[in-house]
């Protein structure tokens, strides 16, 4: 992982910082893990080195919404992912690149799927989503909110267990 840099970025006012960081995953099966490693190590580095509050709730979240995101890129685009985490406020905000222009598309509820519900799990525990294509692939950005009373999403709802990932169509 790059290590947490702090500096003026795109929506921040001159007078904030913006702590972020990055990385490439190169396609190896180790990503998905290695991606929700970096997310806990970022949030962790976040809170005890600039002193910003962060449940561990948010860092739960997060690299659930890392798994689910890089886990389908993982499966339907070839290449290599970015991933970029920065605070945003009272929010963490994870962007996930990949070769694939294809927008996800939110499936409609069925209890009787198995998997490909990652998408709805994203969903429902980020503050914001957005999805859009670049002139290669296409950018997928989260907002989470850091403390633990900005949102009340229950980890332990089964929506929210078991999570398959999400899928390109």
Same mark, same amino acid.
């Given at each position: ?23 490439? !995953? ?76 294809? !927008? ?66």
């Amino acid at each position: 992982m790059n290590s947490v840099s702090a500096g003026g970025g795109s929506g921040v006012a001159p007078h904030e910082q913006a702590l972020s960081t990055e990385v490439a !995953l190169d396609g190896g099966t180790a990503d998905i893990g290695r991606a929700r490693d970096l997310a806990a190590a970022f949030l962790t580095e976040v809170q005890a080195g600039h002193g910003v509050v962060v449940s561990q709730r948010a860092v739960h979240l997060t690299q659930l919404v890392v798994s689910e995101l890089v886990t389908n890129s993982r499966k339907y685009a070839p290449g290599p992912v970015l991933m970029d985490l920065r605070i945003v406020g009272d929010a963490v905000e994870v962007a996930v690149w990949d070769s694939n222009s294809v !927008l996800l598309v939110a499936r409609g509820a069925d209890a009787g799927r198995i998997g490909q519900h990652g998408l709805e799990i994203v969903m429902a525990v980020a503050q914001s989503f957005e999805a859009r294509r670049d002139l290669i692939g296409k950018r997928i950005t989260i907002r989470i909110a850091l403390s633990d009373d900005s949102d009340n999403t229950d980890m332990h709802h089964p929506a929210l267990r078991g999570a398959a990932c999400c899928s390109s169509n």
